[in-house]
């Protein structure tokens, strides 16, 4: 018997909330992006994840730029180990708690067990590339 996803997904269904890409420089990208006429709209640092985070508004997504602020960072070791690129991607859920209760009953591995708090505000856990086809897939909810 399949499992469909859909139900927990009926409010509203996910959506592409933005693409993280793993960066040496900010101020570098930020050159990049800006000759394609877009602009970082918002800088902070995310302490929890030692990354300051770079946003671009790209329609109803983002591009969002990862800097490391420690070389032992997640996205240090990324840099470190694959170079720049794309870091993950992340889909924006109505209800991140439902979505990640079903992941947890089905088995399916998460890089942590806790919903944290980002940039922005937004609520978010990663799960696992081992089971998400080898992508690091980020579950996003919107600020409240």
Known sequence: MEFSYAGLFSRTMPTIDHL???????????????????????????????????MIALGESRIELLEPTAENSPVGKFLSKRGEGLHHISLRVPDLPSVVAKLKN??????????????????????????AGGVLLELVEAAR
């Open 20 to 54: 993280g890409i793993a960066v040496k420089s900010l101020a570098a990208a930020r050159e990049f992006y800006e000759r394609l006429g877009l602009t970082i709209s918002g800088e902070e640092v995310v302490e929890s994840e030692q990354v300051r985070v770079g």
């Open 106 to 131: 089905d088995g399916v591995r998460l890089v942590s067990d806790e919903i944290k708090t980002g940039a922005g505000g937004h609520r978010y856990i990663f799960v696992h590339p081992a089971s």
